[in-house]
């Protein structure tokens, strides 16, 4: 059996989180993406446009696209942001507080799932990892330095 590498792990385990939140978000006539920019919306202050696809990891165009069919649905209005004219402040209708409670419980159920087959000791060792391959990568020097052997 070939060694099973840190990349492969994360982006399989990643594709069967995505497939399994996508498969509950149909039961809600949603998608993950949508449930993920519901959770990504600030419930009482809104959030400027600009900040959600830095906070998310999306690119604009995506993004804008998932917002035009979430305003399009009725989860979402948008207003311009008093603090920047050229800005607009996206906020959740009634509806899509309802849509957000709705995401927000399938990932508390995600996790409590999780929490009941791995140990507390186990969960932090995992976080610390991730916590160091973030570093890793944002230190930005993974393909700069030359490995000598």
Do not use: C
Not at 78 to 92: C, Q
């Amino acid at each position: 059996m070939k060694e099973m590498t840190i990349d492969y792990a994360l982006r399989a385990t990643w594709q069967a989180v995505s497939k399994m939140y996508n498969e509950e978000a149909k039961n809600f006539d949603s998608t993950m993406a949508v449930g993920f920019t519901l959770l990504s919306i600030s419930r009482s202050m809104g959030t400027p446009s600009t900040a959600l696809g830095p906070k998310m990891g999306m690119e604009a165009t995506s993004l804008s696209r998932i917002l035009k069919r979430m305003e399009e649905k009725g989860f979402i209005y948008r207003k311009p942001n008093p603090e920047d004219g050229r800005g607009v402040l996206i906020h959740l209708t009634p509806l899509g507080l309802q849509k957000r409670e709705d995401s927000k419980n399938a990932v508390l159920r995600f996790n409590d799932a999780i929490k009941e087959n791995v140990s507390e000791e186990k969960l932090d060792t995992f976080f610390e990892v991730i916590e160091t391959i973030n570093k890793v990568i944002s230190e930005k020097e993974i393909f700069t330095k030359t490995t000598t052997d």
